[in-house]
């Protein structure tokens, strides 16, 4: 399990002494805790491994978004940190999937869910975050998708 894996890696980067990688892991425990009481409120189990993706997904989203403004910002020290911080987070997901790998699940995903327009891009969206929940970039997939169901 994912979780696992973090405190066993929070327990190693503590013996290394790498406080970079230790305060990264505790935030991660840290956001997963909080997700699984925002869970709890509503009625629903802890997160699993699949749902555990998608908030590191959001984490390295936002951690990417404050590079941006950063950088614009001539703070490069700031920047440098949380690309640190996104390559340790990115460690604990899969392989992201290519743009031609993309193609092709979306491709097979429409012929599975019988798409013929916009209408059915929540269902394609749907199978696809079931399918590949960690290993694709759903806000370039829904471009895609749009495109296969325009196109």
Do not use: C, H, W
């Amino acid at each position: 399990m994912l979780r696992d894996d973090i405190n066993n890696a929070v327990k190693d980067a503590m013996k290394a002494k790498d406080e970079r990688k230790l305060s990264t892991l505790r935030m991660v425990n840290s956001t997963i805790k909080n997700a699984d009481i925002a869970a709890r409120g509503e009625g629903k189990p802890p997160l699993s491994d699949a749902d555990l993706l998608g908030v590191f997904q959001k984490m390295i989203k936002q951690r990417q978004e404050s590079v941006e403004l950063y950088d614009k910002g001539g703070r490069a020290e700031l920047a440098a940190q949380e690309r640190e911080e996104i390559a340790i987070i990115s460690a604990y997901l899969p392989k992201q999937m290519s743009d031609d790998e993309m193609k092709a699940a979306i491709t097979a995903a429409i012929a599975e869910t019988g798409a013929a327009g916009m209408k059915d891009m929540g269902k394609v969206i749907g199978v696809l975050r079931a399918k590949f929940a960690g290993q694709m970039d759903f806000g370039k997939a829904s471009g895609m998708v749009k495109a296969a169901l325009t196109g």
